[in-house]
Every structure is written in structure tokens, then in C-alpha cells.
């Protein structure tokens, strides 16, 4: 291709160097070609990027906090001159329609920089208890691991967070989406962070990955994957005993309980519908279980078909991001998967020529101890599953070994938050409220350890010092 991207160097230490390991070809999901060619890290040039982060943590983690959010907010202006084409990188490496991928996939990350200056703009980094001073320090070099579902915005809810409180940063970006992620190192380059503050290595989770969260100069590891995966970051985390932020798998559930009208109803299956479907299902809080009165159910299922029938591939949905994903997300429509009684309700939507589409699913009557119902999917496939009554359909919200997202739908408002309390998931929206880019995200159960963003995403990366006065 004559526009095919390369990056031909790491950014290590302030400055862009040569890749040892060879390089790797980035495909495009859409047209299944060849769009760009990234170098990777072998071993000495990873070291060289842990080694330019601690050498370089003291003089950061001394600097003010005024001019660290300085430097922020010249980030947050670069990226915004840029978002455009950020978003068409993403479009590239991850196949995202161009609005979702620039509302989702860049104003969204924006979002989160300008709330995460907010919060360190007013955080208590030092406050009296007694006779003791609190003191809030930066943890130290923070390894940061992110996968190819949101390329960017992943990126930035971990590196901005760390930079902010005075950490120092090596990132490992997704190996199949690393392009947006090298246009983020040029605006911070361009934004005025010293040398070493931030470090940009790429590689496969098993060479990079594994080398970054064993070695005992980096202090603390934040990554978000799959729940086997995280699993073995923390395996290999606590050799050092060293600090881990885990965002892993999730099943969410959309509840709707028993007292909705009929046009809450409808905006419950919609914005369920929408939100299981966003970005190709490829997202870890999915709405992939709608939970419903049992007596509803058959005006549930017109309304899910109708809504589902929008999605057409190509168009509105997006592609699956490999082969190997769609072939995954193909196996959960084998008969079966979802039970005996299991109905598919859409009908299949022509998909492109080229590109790894699927056509949305929608499937009712399905089994809760199913594999439909209980594994995490990473596609545009819905599980309806009917409830007895309130109490079943927060247990049945509640059987799962995730806890990461959900939502609920009530026109008992007086009851919203008794109802949400009961479930057990690190967010929860109620009546379809927006996303607070300030509030923690994080998970119950297996979806994870700690939490991102605002005040929370700070708090995980700093150590609580009492001095006794």
C-alpha cells in the first residue's frame, strides 16, 4: 500500500530508537490488508525503558503539581488538534466506524484527561489526622499494558492517571492496535514531558509484557485483559510483591425490573441493545445480558429484534478485530450454546465481502447456566433471560463469576438505589444515566483489582505515608 504506516522506533528515554526483535505487520479488520508495520522491543530496549523511568521518577514524582496538570493540559489541547486523525488510526488498526471512533474512541479519553486534571487539581495529597500527616506519594515507574479493543482510550486512563501523581511510565500497548498509541508518545513528546517520565516499548504479552511486570524496578502494573491473562500478570506481579490494577472480563446484565412502563421498557431494550453492540460487542462492560419479567418477554423480544436489526454490518457495526476473534464469536451461535430452550430472535444481516463481520444476534429463552449466558463473548450477541420476579432477576444479575458493569431499569426511583446496591458489580447505571469519566471503574469478582479514573485512578498508583508529628 503507498499509505501504509510505519513506526520504525520505540520512544525510550526522550528520544526514538531502533527495535531489536524484528517487526510486526498491523492489519486492518475491515479490508483484511496490511496497514501498517510497527518495530518491536527485544529485551535490551525494554530494560532501557524501565531503566529511563526510574532513573527518572525522582525529579518527576519532586515536581509540582502545578506543573505536572501544565503539562497535562498541553497533552489534552495536542490530542484535540489531532482527533481527527487519531481517529482515523484507530479506524485503521481497530475498524471502527469513524463516528464511533471518534465519540468513542478519541472524545472519550479526552473526556477522561480533562476530568483527571480535575481531580489532581484538587486531590488531598497531604492532609492532618491527630497528631499525623497523611501523605500521598507516587507509587514510582508504573508498567502499563493495554489491549486492542480501545487503543487510546485504555492508554490514556492508564498513563494519564500516573503521570499525574508523579509516577513515571512504560507502556506496552496492544500488539494489534499500537498505532494510536505511537501518535499519543509524539504528543506527549510535543506536550514537554522529560526524558524518560514516559516510554513507549512494543511486543508480544509474552516477551514484553512478561519482562515488564517481573522486573523489580517497575513498581506497580496496571493492566486490562482477559481474566486468564490477568491472572498471570498477578502470578508474576507478586514475585516482587509489587502493586497490580486488573481490569479483566465482564458479562454485564441491563436488569429491568417489574414496575417499568412500556416506554421505559423500550428505551431499556434500546439503549441495552446499543450498548451490547458498541464496538463490535468488543468491549469488557457490554450489556450482553438483558434481564426481564417473565410476562414481558414477547414485547421484549420484538422490540430487541427491531433494534438489533439497525446494526447493519459494514455500516453501523463494525468489524471484529481478527480471524481468530470472529471464528471465537461464531462458536457461541452453534447450537446449543444457549441452552435447550434457546430461540435466536434476529434474523442474519448480509455482511461484507472483505473484513471479519458477524451479524448481530439477539437470543431468547436462554438458559442462565449456559455458556451464552455465562462466558464473556467479545461480539455483538444478546442473552434475553426471563425473571420470575425482582428478587430472581437480581440473583440471576448476580450469578456470574464477573462483576464489572450493569445496568438497571426502574420507574421506582425512590427504590433505584436500594436496587443497585444489591448487585454486585463495580458500576452500575440506572435509567440509562451517563458515563462520569470521574467516578471509579473497576470490578467485583474476577473483572479485576483497584480502580481507574478521577480520584480513584490517582489513589491506585499513590503510597500512604503517616508521619507523626
Not at 211 to 233: I, M, N, W
Not at 412 to 434: C, H, S, Y
Request: hydrophobic share 45%; with cysteine.
Amino acid at each position: 500500500m503507498t499509505d501504509l504506516i510505519r513506526e520504525n522506533n520505540l520512544y525510550i528515554n526522550g528520544a526514538w530508537v531502533s527495535g531489536s526483535a524484528g517487526e510486526r505487520e498491523i492489519e486492518n479488520p475491515v479490508t483484511e490488508t496490511v496497514t501498517g508495520v510497527v518495530t518491536q522491543a527485544g529485551a535490551a530496549e525494554v530494560d532501557a525503558a524501565i531503566e529511563a523511568a526510574a532513573t527518572a521518577f525522582p525529579a518527576w514524582a519532586a515536581t509540582p503539581v502545578s506543573e505536572r496538570v501544565t503539562l497535562l493540559r498541553r497533552l489534552h489541547a495536542r490530542i484535540t488538534e489531532q482527533a481527527d486523525h487519531f481517529a482515523h488510526l484507530v479506524t485503521r488498526e481497530q475498524g471502527s466506524p469513524p463516528k464511533v471512533a471518534r465519540g468513542l474512541h478519541v472524545d472519550v479519553p479526552l473526556s477522561v484527561i480533562a476530568k483527571t486534571i480535575e481531580a489532581t487539581e484538587e486531590f488531598p495529597f497531604r492532609r492532618e489526622l491527630g497528631n499525623s500527616v497523611i501523605l500521598r506519594e507516587p507509587v514510582g515507574v508504573v508498567a502499563a499494558i493495554t489491549p486492542w479493543n480501545l487503543p487510546l482510550h485504555q492508554v490514556v486512563a492508564k498513563v494519564v492517571p500516573a503521570l499525574a501523581a508523579g509516577c513515571t511510565v512504560v507502556l506496552k500497548p496492544a500488539a494489534l492496535t499500537p498505532l494510536s498509541a505511537f501518535e499519543l508518545a509524539r504528543a506527549i513528546e510535543a506536550a514537554g514531558f522529560p526524558a524518560g517520565v514516559f516510554n513507549l516499548v512494543t511486543g508480544g504479552g509474552r516477551e514484553v509484557g512478561d519482562r515488564l511486570t517481573r522486573s523489580p524496578k517497575v513498581d506497580h502494573v496496571s493492566f486490562t485483559g482477559s481474566t486468564e491473562v490477568g491472572r498471570q500478570v498477578a502470578g508474576a506481579a507478586a514475585e516482587t510483591i509489587k502493586g497490580v490494577t486488573l481490569e479483566l472480563g465482564g458479562k454485564s446484565a441491563s436488569v429491568v425490573m417489574a414496575d417499568v412502563s412500556e416506554e421505559s421498557l423500550a428505551r431499556a431494550v434500546k439503549v441495552t441493545v446499543a450498548n451490547c453492540f458498541l464496538n463490535g460487542g468488543q468491549t469488557c462492560t457490554a450489556l450482553s445480558r438483558l434481564i426481564v419479567p417473565a410476562d414481558r418477554l414477547a414485547a421484549v423480544e420484538d422490540l430487541a429484534a427491531q433494534a438489533a436489526a439497525k446494526y447493519v454490518p459494514g455500516e453501523r457495526l463494525g468489524p471484529l478485530i481478527s480471524a481468530g476473534q470472529r471464528k471465537e464469536v461464531l462458536s457461541f451461535l452453534e447450537p446449543g450454546a444457549g441452552g435447550a430452550g434457546a430461540r435466536k430472535i434476529t434474523q442474519d444481516l448480509p455482511v461484507p465481502a472483505k473484513g471479519y463481520y458477524v451479524s448481530p444476534a439477539v437470543y431468547s429463552n436462554v438458559d442462565p447456566a449456559s455458556r451464552l449466558a455465562q462466558e464473556e463473548i467479545f461480539g455483538p450477541v444478546l442473552s434475553i433471560i426471563a425473571a420470575d420476579s425482582n428478587d430472581h432477576a437480581i440473583e440471576l444479575a448476580n450469578d456470574s463469576i464477573y462483576g464489572l458493569g450493569g445496568a438497571l431499569w426502574t420507574d421506582d426511583t425512590d427504590r433505584a438505589e436500594e436496587f443497585a446496591a444489591r448487585l454486585r458489580t463495580g458500576q452500575v447505571d440506572v435509567n440509562g444515566a451517563a458515563f462520569n469519566p470521574r467516578a471509579p471503574f473497576g470490578g467485583y469478582k474476577q473483572s479485576g483489582i483497584g480502580r481507574e479514573f478521577g480520584d480513584f485512578g490517582l489513589d491506585d498508583v499513590l503510597e500512604i505515608k503517616a508521619v507523626q508529628l
